[in-house]
């Protein structure tokens, strides 16, 4: 089955914060250094790196040229490149992806092309499978949940991502290769799946599962959801120099 695009939601994006939705990356920057930030997005990460490393250089790409914004800081820039094509003529201090290689059928590839542009690569994903809610939501999340593991699975991208990323690091040569565990625990940021449910095709969702879901999914949020659980990783990896 051919890969569907997807696109994020830019308010979900830009609620994010480098220190707080990229630590790992965040401690080690350095001002000097140069970053390539695949994938992107809305750039609300990419503009706290470019502040955390100024006055090095810090370039932005993302595949949707529609979701960038303009340069707002005078080390940084924006491209509209994909992951599995992207060229430069240089290296980058640190290469780095966050959240983004979960939406790629071939992350491997992707790796590969970061790997030959960083001296470090930098990548944050998710582990789908073990995301969890408490207290226990209730059926309609539950079905839209499942619904949502067999689309993507359905696109080839990989549900546990974040577990198979030390291994798709060695395969693109990377050594020093560690593993932080980067979980996000609150229950801040849960309406994404408001956006989640309408996302899903209908092979996956009825049109009366997904307006239960969501009927479903926001009185939980608001009433009853304690503590989300999103079980993420963040990979290290030195490229041969």
């Not at 809305?42 to 529609?66: F, L, S, Y």
């Not at 590969?112 to 939501?137: E, I, K, T």
Request: aromatic letters at 8%; proline letters at 5%; a negative charge.
């Amino acid at each position: 089955m051919a890969e569907q695009t997807h696109r994020s939601d830019p308010q979900v994006l830009n609620r994010r914060t480098l220190e707080r939705d990229h630590r790992i990356l965040a401690g080690m920057l350095r001002p000097g250094m140069s970053v390539l930030d695949v994938g992107c997005g809305t750039g609300a990460i990419t503009a706290g790196i470019a502040e955390a490393v100024a006055p090095g250089e810090v370039v932005g790409i993302d595949r949707d040229a529609g979701m960038l914004p303009p340069g707002s800081l005078p080390n940084l820039r924006f491209e509209a490149q994909d992951a599995l094509t992207m060229e430069f003529d240089r290296r980058f201090d640190i290469v780095t992806a966050a959240r983004s290689l979960q939406w790629m059928a071939d992350p491997a590839a992707a790796l590969q092309r970061m790997a030959r542009y960083g001296r470090v690569v930098v990548v944050l994903d998710y582990n789908h499978r073990d995301n969890a809610w408490s207290p226990g939501p209730p059926p309609e999340f539950v079905r839209f949940y499942s619904a949502f593991l067999a689309w993507r699975e359905a696109n080839g991208w990989d549900n546990a991502i974040a577990d198979h990323l030390p291994g798709l690091f060695a395969q693109a040569g990377l050594t020093d290769i560690e593993t932080h565990i980067s979980d996000e625990i609150d229950g801040r940021g849960a309406d994404i799946w408001l956006h989640v449910i309408e996302s899903i095709g209908p092979k996956f969702l009825t049109e009366a599962e997904r307006a239960a879901a969501a009927e479903a999914c926001g009185a939980y949020i608001r009433t009853r959801l304690d503590r989300q659980v999103l079980a993420m990783r963040t990979v290290t990896g030195r490229a041969a120099v």
